[in-house]
């Protein structure tokens, strides 16, 4: 520490920075203390990041990774929807209104003929073309309804224990609503779509538990243990990994019996996806043992007695936990979209259940894609959802890898 | 490296006979045989089924024998190049395949070509515009690619094709030259509609390679030797093909084992809704109708090409990267 590093001390000498050439410099002591750690001192916020743990950085940098976080709010509003969906929905996902069938999405407007009314739409009036035999469904300007809020409808028991029967929004009294469109039976698209947010979104993440548990287990087994065992479950790995996925679910499909409830096969499917996913996982946990097995700070820590519990649950597994987490979200979209595929080959789910994918199975004909392409919407929250989890996954990547 | 060649080679064995065990049990699991379901179909229509042929076809395929003796009988007459009968067909399975194996290879090398060709610059130009509009842009793209069932990609591509090009609805062919021998005219033909699948097939991909190609080379653009030949003046297209462009195809080269299997087996639901006379939903009617030795060596014959991609593969690894071949082939 030498004054020269300290200009703020020393006093303003007049007639410039130097004295004149034939004189010596002024003898200079400061008189304030010294302070040997002025320099290694930390600002306050730096000082924050220094003493944050591992879990507060990730966050730090999560949150600014932008993308993620729109993703995370948007992931977290889906899912409370889908918690809530009862209420969400104005209408019970099987409601049948015979009286529209197949018709088209209404639109929503503000202003009637100048004057403002508030959310509303206008009514259908239905006419059968009887040259193409049609149903034409024309919006009638006479017929004003406007939408009600917090109103009485379809009675339900969320969660299959509360009772009620309010809906977030619903239609005027004694008119029908259907913002996306109704179905063949004359279903509304929007109802279902909200309630079918429920199984499609659970199915991943419950899917992703199944092959989470698997591959921790595994992995963790063959990465710590190594030798025989690691030898066989590696070959495994490659065995499930070398099938084609599309087959090997339908074969496990086919296996649960058609006497099943909807609600079993629904585990079941999940199950299944767990199944088909857990190697990459168990893969990554192995190789990151096996490689964070040989770090400094492991040695470090066998050298001062700590023991094997010790270091695989308080040094190893933090190390990938975070690494984990992410890979998983990742793979989220996978299954949902794994899903889809099933229902579509009529192997999924099955009716009275809504799933997007049971949804997507009846809009599999090329006259829904010409006449009704609303009945094709439930494709937008999956492409939606789908993309959240992918930017989510890689902010949390991009976050749990310190070296960025 | 011959050592290491019969140490891989080696270890095939007990793969192959894992996923033939497992391919077997999978298609033992499902209550019933095809007899069983073909019986109930026939009693459904108000036939009665020949009695006396099933017992014949049931005895010829063991099908009366424990599961474990049927296992080795399948497996042996596997591996002597008898693939069995099928039963829905009325066909050896060897022909049964054969016949749409050449048109899903066609289709499949395409779909791969067009990932290729779509990816790779899009993945440079994302990697060397790291956070530019024109990356985020063609992530977001790729990404889309990832997210849309291609089913319904399928179905609406299809239908666009139709109203504004008047293409046939769906096949790989006019409807005129279904089973009529190849020739310039039917050659053209398929040419006019192989372009739809392999598009909707290749989205997919390409989404997903984008995204590696774009991780991989940003990896390999942070390393030193990439700043010191910039420093040392290589210009900037070499100092990019040159050298990190083909440290990040190593991924690339591993990627081959998963390859090979998709080049048979071809985007099986893609092909269903397009009703491609590809392979993909010959296996899936198999699978529904559990005509097992159809399905099952099918299944089989699927894992042993994923056995040699995954050979090639790392063959090739070792070939360019001697650190692989030094650990001795076991990637830790």
Redesign the interface.
Known sequence: MSLAANPAVAPARKGGPLPPADQALAHYVSAAPFDAMSVTRMTPEQEKAALASQWRLMWLKFKRHRLAVASAVLLLLAYLIAGFCEFVAPYDSQTRNTDFVRAPPQQIHLFHEGSFVGPFVYGYRYNLNMDTLQREYTPDPARVQPLRFLCKGDPYLMWGFIEGDRHLFCPAQGTALFLLGSDRLGRDMLSRIVYGARISLTIGILGITVSFVLGIIIGGFAGYYGGLFDLVTQ??I???????H???W???A??M?PTWSPILIYFGITVILGLMDWTGLARAVR?KL??LREEDYVLAAQLMGARTPRIVGRHLVPGFMSHLIAKATVAI?GMI?GE??LS??GLGLRAPITSWGVM?NE????N???LYPWL?LP?VP??VV??AF?FLGDGLRDAADPYR | MLRYLFRRVL?MI??LL??SA??FT??Q???GDFFQTYVAEMQAQGERADLSRLEFLKKEYHLDKPPVERYAYWLADFVRGDFGYSFEYDLPVRDLIGDRLLLTMILSFLTILFTWAVAFPIGIYSATHQYSWGDYGLTFLG??G????H??LA??V??FANVWLGLS?GGLMAPEYLNQPMSMAKFGSVLQHIWLPVVVIGITGTGGMIRAVRANLLDELDKQYVTTARAKGLPPRRALLKYPFRMSLNFFISDI??VL??VV?GA??VA??LSLPTTGPL??RA??S?DMYL?GSF?MF??VL??IG?LISDIALAMLDPRVRLQGGE??
Do not use: D
């Open positions: 070959r495994i490659e065995v499930v990994q070398a099938l084609p599309i087959p090997l339908m074969a496990l086919s296996v019996p190789s096996l490689s979209p979209l889809t595929a579509f080959l997507l809009a599999q004909n090329i829904v894609v010409a094709m494709v999956v492409i789908i993309l992918n | 270890l007990p793969t894992l996923a497992l391919i999978v298609m699991l499902p209550p990404l889309l990832l997210a849309v069932p089913f319904l179905l609406i299809m239908y609805i084992g998963s299997p998709s087996s099986e639901i269903i809704v296996l899936v699978l529904q559990q399905a299944l699927l894992a994923t056995v995954v990637s830790k």
